[in-house]
């Protein structure tokens, strides 16, 4: 997640289909789950595909789904980890947010009606844990011109999907000018839950711990603060972009331990990669091994490795066309498949995680503009 004053209410009120609305997708033991699953979104309609995963072929599963009404917008769509529901954030016609919870079928598309419907009026940032058992959206309320916010815990029922919201508030944010925080997603091993507030000099990002068994959170404690010119990015490990002009490549990437007062283990600038100066954008794999840049200069996105022994990052050499959205492109929670949503649709590629490269397989699926996609799997 990439935020910086100038940008970040803007984001939420345009709420992209793109990743971070099923960022949490991926369960901690993915041992009995084979079959990949990707969603396509155009508005408030799902259609399902299910990828082999040695050809890249996409096959429909069923014909179109339209979870909410027509003059509604949706705001996230979650699979749970397992994928035996979905959850869907959306806006009514007044502004008005609901949350509803659908089973889907042996395929994993979606079924009408709605197993559930809650008024979320006030809250956003619906996040599924990685067990499916919980869930964390944040409450937003303003006064005399500030923000405020509170956690709010839900707990799922395993056999319906259906949500449980506990009384308790699990954290406080604000007074805040510009807003209050982000609920930004889970560690690897779904322990922590992570959070990131706007401060006068940039942002400052923390984490909480979370009960395994109830789902209640700690304390925050902070990971780290950056400045109004850098990007954070938490995974395995915290990427940490500056850009100031391209043009002089004064721009560096950091990589950084995922720890509270973290010290950096690479610095990159233009004379170790050129990327690292200049891309406007950087995702690490789920693996904690690659770097993906997106770079305007070549209209590309280039795949590099991560060398923690020697300090470097160094180009694979692997790339794949300039994505239409930003970042515009998805691993499968296997790792192994990169979605990638470029001119004339969604494209599929084959992902090496021993090498970093890319090979693109299957038959571009059709998008309509400002769609989005979200893969899980079954």
Not at 122 to 142: C, D, K, T, W
Request: hydrophobic share 35%.
């Amino acid at each position: 997640m990439r935020i910086r004053k100038t940008t970040f209410i803007l984001s939420l009120l345009l709420c992209g289909m793109i990743l971070p609305s099923c960022s949490g997708t991926k369960g901690l033991s993915s041992a009995s789950q084979s079959g990949q699953i990707l969603y396509v979104i155009s508005n408030g309609t799902v259609t399902t595909y299910s990828i082999d995963t040695g050809s890249l072929a996409a096959t429909l599963a069923e014909q179109p789904v339209t979870l909410i009404p027509g003059t509604a917008s949706l705001v996230q769509f979650d699979p749970s980890p397992s994928d035996d529901f979905v959850y869907a954030v959306w806006s009514d016609g007044q502004n008005l947010q609901h949350l509803s919870v659908f089973q889907t079928d042996s395929s994993g598309a979606p079924q009408l009606p709605a197993i559930q419907d809650l008024n979320a009026a006030s809250l956003s940032q619906f996040n599924i844990h990685p067990s499916g058992r919980f869930a964390y959206m944040l409450e937003v309320n303003s006064s005399y011109g500030a923000y405020f916010a509170d956690i709010r815990l839900f707990r799922a029922q395993p056999d319906s999907g259906t949500l449980e919201e506990d009384p308790q508030i699990q954290g406080n944010y604000g007074p805040a000018y510009y807003w209050p925080a982000f609920l930004y997603g889970f560690s690897p091993n779904g322990s922590k839950l992570y959070d990131t507030s706007l401060i006068t000099t940039g942002s400052v990002y923390r984490e909480r711990a979370i009960d395994m068994n109830t789902g209640t959170l700690g304390n925050d404690t902070e990971i780290l603060s950056v400045g109004s010119q850098e990007e954070v990015l938490i995974g395995k490990l915290i990427v940490a972009q500056y850009q100031n002009d391209i043009s002089v490549n004064l721009g560096y990437t950091n990589l950084l331990p995922n720890a509270p007062n973290p010290k950096v283990l690479v610095h990159c600038t233009v004379t170790m990669l050129s990327f690292c100066a200049t891309a406007s954008n950087v995702q690490l794999d789920p693996s904690g091994r690659y770097l993906f840049f997106t770079d305007p200069a070549t209209q590309a996105v280039h795949v590099a490795a991560i060398d923690l022994s020697s300090s470097k990052i160094t180009d694979t050499g692997s790339m794949m066309p300039m994505t239409s959205q930003t970042p515009g492109f998805a691993f499968s929670p296997d790792e192994t498949i990169v979605y990638a949503l470029e001119e004339g649709g969604v494209h599929l590629y084959h992902f090496d995680q021993n090498t970093g490269s890319l090979s693109e397989g299957g038959t571009p699926l059709e998008i309509a503009s400002g769609g989005g996609i979200c893969p899980t799997e079954r």
